[in-house]
C-alpha cells in the first residue's frame, strides 16, 4: 500500500510548515527555520523551493503576494491540520520513548 504523501514530514517539511503560520516570502522562511530550530536545521533555496512547491500544489500553503520575483506565503488550514498530526506523533513518540530512555541504559 502507497504511503500518503506527507503522511509523515521531514524536519525540513516540519520546519517550513511551522515558519509559515505567519506569512513570509522564501527568504524569511529560511532565516526562520534556522531560529525555530536554533541552528539545527538549515534549509537552502533548492530544497526551499522544492517544498514550497509541493506544500502548494497539495493545498498545504497558499501564495499571498507577488512582488517581482518576491513570492508570500501562508499555511492554510489542510496545512495546518498536517502540521498539528505530525507534532503529535512526534509528541507520542518522545513520550512512549521516555520509558525507555534516560539513564537506564546498561552496557553489557
Known sequence: MARKQFQTLSEPMYYILLALTSECCGVDIMKKVEEISRGRISVGPGTLYT???????????????????????????????ALNQEYLRLKSMVNEGAEYIGGHYEDK
Open 51 to 81: 517544498l514550497l512547491g509541493k506544500f502548494e500544489s497539495s493545498d498545504l500553503i497558499r501564495e499571498t503576494e507577488v512582488q517581482g520575483r518576491k513570492r508570500s506565503y501562508i499555511i492554510t488550514k489542510q496545512g495546518y491540520e
